[in-house]
């Protein structure tokens, strides 16, 4: 960066096996910033030689504790400010986006403008949406209205005095890391601002049903994690999500199955009726949305699978706090970075 707002920046790129997609990624970001750390967890794929190779600082990860991108983040942000002290802000990055040109300096500048805000956020684009229904069906979870929301995901600006003070993330939260950091940012009376610009390409690289569901079911775990550490405050963050879960995914069907035998099977008719309307209501709110046809019904379907998956996720969650067991990252990607 160039520019007075953006000299005081150090970018924090964390990945696992992304291969090519953190080839791309590191190239993206060494355009725009000259401060870089490169965190893995435990590649085998060549990515930190690949880093050290092009010039950013290269952190890897010790094998002997749980791999987790809210660690990583963490050990990337304390390399970061040793090596530059003084650095004023931190950009975030997974290792499966590219950052675009101008973002450094956009973010800099709303933090600049806005003392209230700790964080800033922007637009996130699938980079090839075409290539499935799966990587469309991510490009469509991006978009977001612009202003001040409740949490920004793992690519985000930030000021260094907030994340030192918030102690960064927790490191034992394996997914919805960044929806749980957000929190503890809220609470200290920090804003997140999203702002209409874009800030990163993201390659979520999903071609298939099995990798979908699977990701899928690491949501379900977040959505427990994160409800179990902060659902019984005011918020009530994430638990209205895992009731939805535990209804239509297990106590519904359990309900209409059960029932089935004294009502001739009209209990079950009724419960595929429930599942319809709950389509054509998810339906109704993409078309609002103003997405085409298509993108609307795929939603729709898929939002309605999805409890199914995420239903399981919750139950590992449990299964895995009730056995006092570590919680390990669910990886969805055939080389991909959680």
């Not at 805000?117 to 922007?122: L, M, S």
């Not at 569901?213 to 902060?230: F, M």
């Not at 209990?267 to 709950?278: M, P």
Request: one cysteine or more.
């Amino acid at each position: 960066m160039t520019s007075e707002s953006g000299q005081n920046i150090a970018v924090v790129v964390i990945g696992r096996n992304e291969g090519e997609r953190l080839k791309s990624c590191l190239r993206s970001v060494l355009q725009c910033a000259t401060r870089v750390v490169y965190v893995d967890s435990g590649s085998v794929d060549g990515s930190p030689e690949y880093a050290a190779s092009v010039g950013c600082r290269v952190v890897l990860l010790d094998p002997v504790q749980p791999f987790s991108a809210a660690r990583a983040r963490n050990e990337g942000f304390a390399a970061a400010v040793e090596r530059w002290p003084n650095v004023g802000l931190i950009q975030f990055l997974d290792g499966d986006c590219d950052l675009m040109p101008e973002w450094l300096e956009q973010g800099a500048d709303a933090l600049k403008e806005r003392g209230d805000v700790g964080i800033v956020c922007g637009n996130v684009r699938e980079v090839h949406p075409e290539a499935s229904i799966y990587n469309r069906l991510c490009d469509l979870e991006w978009q977001h209205v612009p202003g001040d929301i409740l949490t920004s995901g793992g690519r985000f600006l930030i000021r260094t005095e907030i994340f030192q003070a918030t102690g960064g993330f927790r490191a034992d939260v394996i997914a919805a890391e960044d929806d749980e950091f957000c929190i503890r940012v809220r609470r200290r009376g920090w804003k997140i601002l999203k702002l209409d610009a874009e800030m990163a390409l993201h390659d979520a690289a999903m071609m298939h049903f099995s990798q979908w569901w699977c990701r899928s079911r690491r949501t379900g775990h977040a959505y427990a994690q994160v409800a179990a550490l902060h659902g019984k405050n005011e918020e009530r963050y994430f638990v209205h999500d895992c009731r939805k879960i535990w209804f239509w995914a297990l106590w519904l069907p359990l309900a209409a199955l059960c029932l089935a035998p004294f009502t001739r099977g009209i209990s079950l008719a009724v419960l595929l009726f429930a599942y319809v309307l709950q389509f054509a209501r998810i339906y109704k709110y993409g078309r609002g949305q103003g997405w085409q046809r298509g993108d609307a019904l795929v939603y729709s379907l898929f939002t309605v699978i999805f409890k199914f998956p995420a239903l399981l996720g919750l139950l590992e969650y449990h299964w895995r706090q009730g056995r006092g067991d570590d919680l390990k990252i669910i990886e969805y990607k055939g080389s991909g970075p959680r």
